[in-house]
């Protein structure tokens, strides 16, 4: 139990008034990560509670205004589109960590390993011998309507066989506790640097709190992934020249890019400078042409390369696929990796993995209804007003109806829409996932959160113990995604 | 390095350096105006704008505030500070991670003081704090530059933008100034002709440094001499190309291939002709020409540069 020994104040120690704090706190069904149903504390949480309550409210808003700055200076923002000037906004966040224990951690670990492993198999089988296909475990008819499926891909030897090296897979906590998984990210996952800059800020503000709790470390991530770079590199280049491609300045997330190239020690390259001669990448220096080897795309499969994606697009490089094709660069995460990731394809996960590995998923599905089948989209079109419906093919919070909160007027064009598209759209109940205490002005209140681990697949898998848990910052809100405001906190894994 | 964070670096450094210089020579023809001289207003400000470059759109009509504020706030004017202190950011922004935290924050702070709601009423306030609160953000920013960075070749481009610029900047002033200074007699000026020296000194923030060298007496022939072939003061026109040539000379270090040639022979020549030259030989011939000459050198490096570094074609960088 020393790891959750209070951090002794200094001064006589008066019994907690867990009224005052807790005056704003509403328990009801949903899951709490921090109390019981019956009020109490749970156990890791309770230095927590005890070092909150014991600190003056003055030292505390120090505290938070001092991690503010922090983030600040740092210039740790994200860009929100169609403003003329100031477009930089910082990234919200919240001081108050998100605790796991090592056995919810450890489910999860094993969880992820599994089903990372098994979509690997799956993109390597659709897009090679097609056995799930053929054995009608998951419909041809949705692999080839996926708008992420990409033909170019068939046939072709990828390094290593891995298409997806880097993942953000998106989980929540059910009423019963029980971590399922959401959303599978298998495209281009961003989030890791938030994840690694609010441990930084963290550290600084809760220093004793921190080293009292035993909390796994985290700060590897870059250079895990630098390693699960290198080791995709093509046969015969043992020191590869690996570079991240950014779409550039003006993207969402080129905070991020210019953290993580930094931070590994690599060249932050835009299409613009890639140039391709007898299908190999060339990046322009000022030392003449230099070969590329490995590339961490950022930039969407539409945008990578006009000659064989969109032909309107100037943020990729042209020649880069037929490159790829040849074996002369790794590319990664692959081309089409989003077929897997598709929210229609998610149902059939636990499919998936029973096929590839003969196993039951460690970590579940949230129940999805596929609009496709008859009796599922009835019933769905019927109970507009209790399910979520979404877009199968966006993210970010984008193209989705959340039934009990919609109007008339959206459930009408809703339905409309699901009748004209029905493989367009999936169901799935209003979730009443876990909500985590935030800090508003001194008082604790509770918010909804999920939380996002993520996973490199290189020589093996590895998954940094943490992750990014993202916070529905609005009283009621159950959208997490920074583009709809939410923010984040710091996720401890305790030892 | 990339050749586009090079580039992007090498336009931010200019872009800083062309604030710099519109900022001195706009104080310093507004300080002039006060005296009344023999130089009217409209003289004055039809060489302000010939000596940085005839900007396009800008005209002087008459108005001392619309042309100030043309000269600082205005977004389509490319000289004025708003718009090199913007561009300068932007170059910055998309090179965010070959720059250190300091540099970064330094840039931002100055171009969020521009781009302030208050900075329009802060300038009429009290122009002269405005103008030296801008010069001192940009020294800021080069005092962590050269504190902060690795001096590698990132650095060198930053150098290579600054002392190109500014060795422009300054053979242009000199071309549009030379005429009327040559005309002044050699001693014994009246008041008026002595603020006018002054001035022209301080448009290189050289006053000083003038002083320390030939005293306060000032000839017209000494000032040529001082700010085109003195070797120790960083706005001499000598020193600036001097500095040219080391950071070329770094740059081509750091890299692998054969040296460019061309851009050597550029450099090396501009540099001879500055280190080599009396400024009687200058004075004898024909200096108009002479500061000509070195301009359209400037511009040649230039285009070497780019040529060699930064826009050089596919077919040729593969033949290596």
């Given at each position: 139990?020393?790891?959750?020994?209070?951090?002794?104040?200094?001064?006589?120690?008066?019994p907690?008034?867990?009224a005052?704090?807790?005056?704003?706190?509403q328990?009801?069904?949903?899951f709490?990560?921090?109390?019981?149903?019956?009020?109490?504390?749970?156990p890791?949480?309770q230095?927590?509670?005890?070092?909150?309550?014991?600190?003056?409210?003055?030292?505390?808003?120090?505290?938070?205004?001092?991690?503010?700055?922090?983030?600040?200076?740092?210039?740790?923002t994200?860009?929100?589109?169609?403003?003329?000037?100031?477009?930089?906004?910082?990234?919200?966040?919240?001081?108050?960590?998100?605790?796991?224990?090592?056995?919810?951690?450890?489910?999860?670990?094993?969880?992820?390993t599994?089903?990372?492993?098994?979509?690997?198999?799956?993109?390597?089988?659709?897009?090679?011998?097609?056995?799930?296909?053929?054995?009608?475990v998951?419909?041809?008819?949705?692999?080839?309507?996926?708008?992420h499926?990409?033909?170019?891909m068939?046939?072709?030897?990828?390094?290593?066989?891995?298409?997806?090296?880097?993942?953000?897979?998106?989980?929540?906590?059910?009423?019963?506790?029980?971590?399922?998984?959401?959303?599978?990210?298998l495209?281009?996952p961003?989030?890791?640097?938030?994840?690694?800059?609010?441990r930084?800020?963290?550290k600084?503000?809760?220093?004793?709190?921190?080293?009292?709790?035993?909390?796994?470390?985290?700060?590897?991530?870059?250079?895990?992934?630098?390693?699960?770079?290198?080791?995709?590199?093509?046969?015969?280049?043992?020191?590869?020249?690996?570079?991240?491609?950014t779409?550039?300045?003006?993207?969402?997330?080129y905070?991020?890019?210019?953290?993580?190239?930094?931070?590994?020690?690599?060249d932050l390259?835009?299409?613009?400078?890639?140039?391709?001669?007898?299908?190999?990448?060339?990046?322009?220096?000022?030392?003449?042409?230099?070969?590329?080897d490995?590339?961490?795309?950022?930039?969407?499969?539409d945008?990578?390369?006009?000659?064989?994606?969109r032909?309107?697009?100037?943020?990729?490089?042209?020649?880069?696929?037929?490159?790829?094709?040849?074996?002369?660069?790794?590319?990664t995460?692959?081309?089409?990796?989003?077929?897997?990731?598709?929210?229609?394809?998610?149902a059939?996960?636990?499919?998936?993995?029973?096929?590839?590995?003969?196993e039951?998923?460690?970590?579940?599905?949230?129940?999805?209804?596929?609009?496709?089948?008859?009796?599922?989209?009835?019933?769905?079109?019927?109970?507009?007003?209790?399910?979520?419906?979404?877009?199968?093919?966006?993210?970010?919070?984008?193209?989705?109806?959340?039934?009990?909160?919609?109007?008339?007027?959206?459930?009408?064009?809703?339905?409309?829409?699901?009748?004209?598209?029905?493989?367009?759209?999936?169901?799935?109940p209003?979730?009443?996932?876990?909500?985590?205490?935030?800090?508003?002005?001194?008082?604790?209140?509770?918010?909804?959160?999920?939380?996002?681990?993520?996973?490199?697949?290189?020589?093996?898998?590895?998954?940094?113990?943490?992750?990014?848990?993202?916070?529905?910052?609005?009283?009621?809100?159950?959208?997490?995604?920074?583009?709809?405001g939410?923010?984040?906190k710091?996720t401890?894994?305790?030892? | 390095?990339?050749?586009?964070?090079?580039?992007?670096?090498?336009?931010?450094?200019?872009?800083?350096?062309?604030?710099?210089?519109t900022?001195?020579?706009?104080?310093?023809?507004?300080?002039?105006?006060?005296?009344?001289?023999?130089?009217?207003?409209?003289?004055r400000?039809?060489?302000?704008?010939?000596?940085?470059?005839?900007?396009?759109?800008?005209?002087?009509q008459?108005d001392?505030?619309?042309?100030?504020?043309?000269?600082?706030?205005?977004?389509?004017?490319?000289?004025s500070?708003?718009?090199?202190?913007?561009?300068?950011?932007?170059?910055?922004?998309?090179?965010?991670?070959?720059?250190?935290?300091?540099?970064?924050?330094?840039?931002?702070?100055l171009?969020?003081?521009?781009?302030?709601?208050?900075?329009?009423?802060?300038?009429?306030?009290?122009?002269?704090?405005?103008?030296?609160?801008?010069?001192?953000?940009?020294?800021?920013?080069?005092?962590?530059?050269?504190?902060?960075?690795?001096?590698?070749?990132?650095?060198?481009?930053?150098?290579?933008?600054?002392?190109?610029?500014?060795?422009?900047?300054?053979?242009?002033?000199?071309?549009?100034?030379?005429?009327?200074?040559?005309?002044?007699?050699e001693?014994?000026?009246?008041?008026?002709?002595?603020?006018?020296?002054?001035?022209l000194?301080?448009?290189?923030?050289?006053?000083?440094?003038?002083?320390?060298?030939?005293?306060?007496?000032?000839?017209?022939?000494?000032?040529?001499?001082?700010?085109?072939?003195?070797?120790?003061?960083?706005?001499?026109?000598?020193?600036?190309?001097?500095?040219?040539?080391?950071?070329?000379?770094?740059?081509q270090?750091?890299?692998?291939?054969?040296?460019?040639?061309?851009?050597?022979?550029?450099?090396?020549?501009?540099?001879?002709?500055?280190?080599?030259?009396?400024i009687?030989?200058i004075?004898?011939?024909?200096?108009?020409?002479?500061?000509?000459?070195?301009?359209?050198?400037?511009?040649?490096?230039?285009?070497?540069?780019?040529?060699?570094?930064?826009?050089?074609?596919?077919?040729?960088?593969?033949?290596?």
């Amino acid at each position: 139990m020393s790891a959750h020994k209070p951090v002794p104040s200094g001064t006589e120690e008066e019994p907690i008034d867990y009224a005052r704090l807790f005056r704003d706190y509403q328990l009801d069904g949903a899951f709490d990560e921090m109390r019981t149903p019956d009020g109490g504390i749970r156990p890791e949480y309770q230095a927590l509670i005890e070092t909150l309550a014991r600190l003056p409210h003055e030292e505390l808003m120090r505290r938070k205004q001092s991690a503010d700055l922090s983030f600040l200076t740092q210039g740790i923002t994200f860009t929100v589109y169609g403003r003329d000037e100031g477009t930089e906004r910082i990234f919200p966040y919240d001081l108050l960590p998100r605790l796991i224990s090592a056995s919810e951690w450890d489910r999860i670990e094993r969880g992820l390993t599994q089903r990372i492993t098994a979509l690997n198999h799956f993109l390597r089988d659709v897009y090679g011998e097609g056995k799930i296909l053929a054995d009608r475990v998951v419909p041809a008819e949705m692999v080839y309507s996926c708008k992420h499926y990409r033909r170019q891909m068939c046939g072709l030897e990828v390094p290593r066989n891995v298409y997806i090296a880097v993942v953000g897979t998106d989980l929540l906590r059910l009423n019963t506790g029980e971590f399922v998984v959401l959303e599978d990210n298998l495209r281009v996952p961003s989030g890791v640097s938030y994840m690694l800059t609010n441990r930084r800020v963290m550290k600084r503000t809760f220093p004793q709190l921190f080293h009292s709790y035993g909390v796994r470390p985290i700060e590897h991530y870059p250079q895990l992934l630098l390693s699960t770079l290198r080791s995709l590199a093509p046969e015969g280049r043992p020191e590869p020249n690996i570079v991240l491609l950014t779409p550039g300045v003006y993207n969402s997330a080129y905070f991020e890019h210019t953290y993580l190239a930094r931070q590994m020690g690599i060249d932050l390259v835009e299409g613009r400078d890639l140039v391709t001669h007898d299908n190999i990448v060339y990046m322009r220096t000022t030392d003449g042409l230099k070969r590329v080897d490995v590339i961490y795309r950022r930039v969407d499969d539409d945008f990578s390369d006009p000659l064989i994606f969109r032909a309107d697009s100037g943020l990729g490089c042209a020649g880069l696929f037929n490159a790829y094709r040849a074996g002369n660069v790794t590319v990664t995460n692959a081309f089409g990796t989003g077929l897997a990731d598709d929210k229609a394809m998610y149902a059939y996960v636990p499919r998936i993995i029973k096929y590839y590995l003969d196993e039951d998923p460690i970590l579940n599905n949230v129940e999805t209804y596929l609009l496709t089948e008859d009796d599922s989209r009835k019933h769905v079109l019927a109970n507009l007003d209790k399910l979520v419906v979404k877009a199968v093919g966006e993210s970010g919070g984008y193209g989705m109806l959340i039934g009990p909160q919609s109007t008339a007027k959206q459930r009408e064009e809703f339905a409309r829409a699901i009748e004209a598209n029905p493989r367009n759209y999936i169901a799935q109940p209003t979730l009443d996932f876990s909500r985590a205490p935030c800090l508003f002005g001194g008082q604790m209140e509770p918010r909804h959160v999920d939380l996002r681990p993520y996973i490199l697949f290189g020589d093996k898998v590895n998954i940094v113990p943490g992750g990014l848990t993202r916070v529905a910052l609005e009283k009621g809100s159950l959208v997490v995604n920074s583009s709809q405001g939410g923010g984040s906190k710091d996720t401890w894994i305790l030892e | 390095m990339l050749s586009r964070v090079a580039d992007s670096l090498y336009w931010m450094s200019r872009y800083l350096e062309r604030a710099e210089n519109t900022v001195r020579q706009l104080d310093v023809t507004m300080s002039l105006l006060l005296d009344s001289s023999e130089t009217t207003a409209d003289t004055r400000w039809n060489r302000l704008l010939t000596s940085l470059g005839n900007p396009r759109g800008v005209k002087w009509q008459g108005d001392f505030d619309a042309m100030t504020r043309s000269l600082i706030f205005d977004s389509n004017n490319a000289v004025s500070l708003n718009s090199c202190i913007g561009a300068a950011r932007e170059n910055a922004r998309q090179v965010r991670e070959e720059l250190s935290t300091e540099q970064w924050q330094r840039l931002n702070r100055l171009y969020h003081q521009m781009h302030s709601p208050q900075a329009q009423a802060q300038f009429r306030a009290n122009m002269n704090d405005f103008l030296a609160s801008i010069v001192d953000g940009i020294h800021l920013f080069k005092g962590v530059s050269d504190t902060t960075m690795i001096h590698g070749e990132g650095w060198q481009f930053i150098r290579l933008g600054r002392y190109l610029e500014r060795a422009y900047a300054t053979a242009t002033l000199l071309e549009v100034y030379q005429e009327s200074l040559l005309d002044l007699p050699e001693r014994e000026h009246s008041g008026y002709q002595y603020l006018e020296l002054v001035g022209l000194l301080r448009c290189c923030t050289s006053f000083e440094a003038y002083c320390q060298v030939y005293t306060a007496d000032l000839s017209p022939d000494r000032i040529l001499e001082f700010l085109l072939l003195n070797r120790d003061f960083p706005h001499a026109l000598r020193y600036s190309i001097d500095g040219v040539r080391q950071a070329l000379e770094a740059i081509q270090r750091s890299g692998g291939r054969r040296p460019p040639d061309d851009l050597h022979a550029a450099a090396g020549k501009l540099h001879a002709m500055l280190r080599y030259t009396t400024i009687n030989e200058i004075l004898e011939g024909n200096p108009g020409a002479f500061l000509h000459s070195i301009r359209e050198q400037c511009q040649q490096i230039h285009e070497l540069l780019y040529r060699y570094y930064v826009h050089y074609s596919i077919q040729s960088a593969l033949a290596v």
